[in-house]
């Protein structure tokens, strides 16, 4: 089961909007609406930021949003903030066989 | 409060067997499935496997089948992950989350270090 692919990195200024891209395939992303993000700062656990594609936990900002087109699901963040820098990681339902798999995450620096 | 609370940080010698743990609370530990997740330094997060302590049933990633084994306690809400011959490649960051109704993990462990070096 290959990683999901994402880019590397992402960069923006307060205030602006960025979308980070998560590729998979017809086994995974493309088959199932159960994608979700993750956001982690540095030395922190990963925290949950949407899931079934676009749905998001309570608490979480309405700031994010979380989208997919085919077998390519993507997180938009508006309205951009200085704690919004962090590292996010996809993940998708891959079967009932090897349950999941995550992306090889994206480092998001606000200008 | 759902709480997923991980063993200490370890240090160990290559070829060494180890044993962390994961004890869940606030919610009902059988009715959940719990996964563990690998992080090594500097990388990002790889599903390891996951595991639904209302019955044991198991499920690997390929990368992680028969590499590590999963196991859990019903009886004290606590999910394991183990190691019989440890190698320092092993070394990472490991954490334990709670697996959602939608395959999402919503609820993580603080996270437990895994030092393999000779």
């Known amino acids: 089961q290959s990683a999901l692919t994402q880019p590397a990195s992402v960069s923006g200024s307060p205030g602006q909007s960025i979308t980070i891209s998560c590729t998979g395939t017809s086994s995974d992303v493309g088959s199932y609406n159960l994608v979700s993000w993750y956001q982690q700062h540095p030395g922190k656990a990963p925290k949950l930021m949407i899931y079934e594609v676009s749905k998001r936990p309570s608490g979480v900002s309405n700031r994010f949003s979380g989208s997919k087109s085919g077998n390519t699901a993507s997180l938009t963040i508006s309205g951009l903030q200085a704690e919004d820098e962090a590292d996010y990681y996809c993940?998708?339902?891959?079967?009932?066989?090897?349950?999941?798999?995550f992306g090889g995450g994206t480092k998001l620096t606000v200008l | 409060e759902v709480q997923l609370v991980q063993s200490g940080a370890e240090v160990k010698k290559p070829g060494e067997s180890l044993k962390i743990s994961c004890k869940g609370s606030g919610y009902s530990f059988t009715s959940y499935w719990i996964g563990w997740v690998r992080q090594m330094p500097g990388k990002g997060l790889e599903w390891m496997g996951i595991?639904?302590?209302?019955?044991?049933?198991?499920r690997y990633s390929p990368s992680f089948q028969g590499q590590v084994t999963i196991s859990a306690d019903k009886s004290i809400s606590t999910a394991y992950l183990q190691w019989s011959s440890l190698k320092a490649s092993d070394t990472a960051m490991y954490y334990c989350a709670r697996l959602g109704y939608s395959s999402q993990f919503d609820y993580w462990g603080q996270g437990t270090l895994v030092t393999v070096s000779s």
């Open positions: 993940c998708s339902y891959a079967g009932s066989s090897t349950f999941g798999v």
């Open positions: 595991i639904y302590p209302g019955d044991s049933d198991t």
